[in-house]
């Protein structure tokens, strides 16, 4: 099982991925820096939280034109698992893999805390490891965090079931409670709350560990 996480400037939860995943799969990651143009081979890629540089004109923009992204979008239109985490989240919507966009929240203050969310969709890839309805607590820390999606476009995510997370308390405005999407192939994944932070319970919960160890088996 061979997984990869991209690195742009400012990414801070880069290691943190690269931890989790390396014990759920085994082996340690590679670390594609954003400049780069040629993804190595995986199984599936990751794209981290972080203030990608320095979130300017607004989170992940800057991101989603850099380099490597050009490989990763080929690589997800190809059916390549990608996850993107927090910023991740942010990148990916930038890039039109995913609908909506993440905009400030609506507290306008940065949020930093635990939060519990529903599972919405377990017959997804990512989310295969956890029960329909059930729930999980994920750190969340963003100050972008607020999903915004048109009418159309919400019902349609909900209608096609493509809701992976929601938040029960809804700390940042997003639309619906949306904490995590899927695209309509299945195979990107997009969320604010991080669970590479929750993979031990030296760290708080093992939610994320049981995340992880769901997307190894399912890409297996
Ligand atoms: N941890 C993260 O990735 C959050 C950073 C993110 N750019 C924000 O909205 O604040």
Redesign the pocket.
């Known amino acids: 099982m061979k997984t990869a996480v991209i690195v742009f400037p400012a990414s801070?939860?880069d290691r943190d991925i690269a931890v989790a995943l390396e014990q759920a799969t085994g082996k340690k990651p590679a670390m594609v820096w954003h400049g780069d143009t040629d993804l190595p081979e995986a199984d599936f890629y990751a794209l981290p939280?972080?203030?990608?540089y320095g979130?300017y004109l607004r989170?992940?923009a800057m991101a989603a034109k850099s380099p490597i992204m050009r490989a990763v979008i080929d690589k997800a239109k190809a059916g390549a698992p990608v996850i993107g985490?927090?910023?991740?989240f942010?990148i990916l919507c930038e890039t039109g893999l995913l609908p909506g966009v993440?905009m400030r929240n609506a507290g306008l203050d940065?949020v930093c805390r635990d939060v519990e969310l529903r599972v919405e969709n377990n017959q997804s890839i990512f989310t295969r490891g956890f029960e329909k309805g059930s729930y999980v607590t994920f750190p969340v820390?963003?100050?972008?965090?607020n999903y915004v999606a048109d009418e159309e476009t919400l019902n349609r995510i909900e209608g096609d079931g493509r809701v992976a997370f929601r938040y029960v308390d809804n700390p940042n405005g997003s639309a619906r409670d949306i904490a995590g999407l899927i695209n309509d192939a299945g195979n990107v994944l997009g969320m604010m709350p991080?669970p590479e932070r929750v993979i031990s319970p030296l760290l708080g919960g093992i939610d994320g560990a049981t995340f992880f160890k769901g997307l190894v088996e399912a890409v297996s």
């Open positions: 801070n939860c939280g972080g203030f990608s979130d989170a992940g985490v927090c910023n991740g942010q993440l940065f820390a963003h100050h972008d965090g991080h």
